[in-house]
């Protein structure tokens, strides 16, 4: 194959599908990692002029480096992996739930942590590497709600510049952390409307925005270790809670 090459977990949907389409518009082979939205992958390769897909289960982190080392056994050119796939469920600062934490952990940050090794470890580009895990603009702006999702978006953040200092001289490591992008859970498109203005700017920040960031840390000149805040200056505000309970007048 003589395209480069990007894996995108999550690919199939939301942020990740913006990611997607920004690499095959570049002209890149692009692999959608999806679990349960075949479907959705299916069609948007469809739709792409060199695109595969690959599903398995982020929660199995065994299956998740089987994936990695199958695909980087066949790409001669792999030149990034974007972990954007996460799950995002609330609970809360006073109502830790085991269950929620134990998934978050493992889905947003132990999985991408070692799929980010396995990529390191086995993955071939003449071009360098780049490894680009998705955060939360939560890192630089806590607050109480959904506490297992932030807390492993804290900890994903921190493989950022470990994996850096490790990393071979020719690779690099990045965080890219979007803001308020899509409607949440039950938000209705008023609620999502208002809430996705909360931010310096007083503007939605669009998922191809987040795209064209990855699609920079892939290509552009930016230091390893770096991270990238792509959220309308949300980041730089201080909020008591997230955007979706302050859209319904519960800022306290």
């Given at each position: 194959?003589?395209?480069?090459?990007?894996l995108?977990?999550?690919g199939?949907r939301?942020?990740?599908?913006?990611?997607?389409?920004?690499?095959a518009?570049?002209?890149?082979?692009?692999?959608?990692?999806?679990h349960?939205?075949?479907?959705h992958?299916?069609?948007?390769?469809?739709?792409?002029?060199s695109a595969?897909?690959?599903?398995c289960?982020?929660a199995d982190?065994?299956?998740?480096l089987?994936m990695v080392?199958?695909?980087?056994a066949?790409l001669?050119d792999?030149?990034?992996?974007?972990n954007?796939?996460s799950?995002?469920?609330?609970?809360?600062?006073?109502?830790?739930?085991l269950?929620?934490?134990?998934e978050?952990?493992?889905v947003?940050?132990?999985?991408?942590?070692?799929?980010?090794?396995?990529?390191?470890?086995?993955?071939?580009?003449n071009?360098?590497?780049?490894?680009?895990?998705l955060?939360?603009?939560?890192?630089?702006?806590p607050?109480?709600d959904?506490f297992s999702?932030?807390m492993?978006?804290?900890?994903l953040g921190?493989?950022v510049?470990?994996l850096?200092?490790?990393?071979a001289?020719?690779?690099?490591?990045?965080?890219?952390?979007?803001?308020?992008?899509?409607?949440?859970?039950?938000?209705?498109?008023?609620?999502?409307?208002?809430?996705?203005?909360?931010?310096l700017?007083?503007?939605r920040t669009?998922?191809?925005?987040?795209?064209?960031?990855?699609?920079f840390?892939?290509?552009?000149p930016?230091?390893?270790?770096?991270?990238?805040?792509?959220?309308?200056g949300?980041?730089?505000?201080?909020?008591p809670?997230d955007v979706?309970?302050?859209?319904?007048?519960?800022g306290a």
């Amino acid at each position: 194959m003589s395209r480069p090459a990007a894996l995108v977990t999550g690919g199939a949907r939301r942020i990740g599908e913006a990611i997607v389409r920004r690499f095959a518009a570049g002209g890149w082979h692009v692999v959608i990692h999806c679990h349960t939205s075949t479907e959705h992958a299916e069609a948007l390769a469809a739709g792409l002029p060199s695109a595969e897909i690959a599903c398995c289960d982020l929660a199995d982190g065994a299956a998740a480096l089987a994936m990695v080392e199958r695909l980087a056994a066949r790409l001669d050119d792999w030149r990034a992996l974007v972990n954007s796939a996460s799950v995002f469920r609330p609970d809360d600062v006073a109502a830790l739930d085991l269950a929620t934490f134990a998934e978050a952990m493992q889905v947003n940050a132990g999985t991408p942590a070692a799929m980010a090794q396995a990529y390191l470890r086995h993955a071939r580009s003449n071009a360098g590497r780049r490894v680009i895990q998705l955060t939360d603009q939560k890192l630089a702006n806590p607050n109480p709600d959904f506490f297992s999702y932030t807390m492993s978006k804290h900890a994903l953040g921190a493989t950022v510049p470990m994996l850096a200092m490790a990393a071979a001289a020719e690779d690099r490591i990045y965080g890219l952390a979007p803001g308020a992008i899509l409607a949440s859970h039950d938000q209705a498109p008023a609620e999502a409307e208002l809430s996705h203005r909360m931010n310096l700017l007083d503007r939605r920040t669009g998922p191809e925005e987040v795209a064209d960031a990855a699609w920079f840390l892939a290509t552009g000149p930016l230091a390893s270790g770096e991270a990238l805040y792509v959220d309308s200056g949300q980041h730089l505000l201080s909020q008591p809670r997230d955007v979706m309970y302050l859209a319904r007048g519960d800022g306290a």
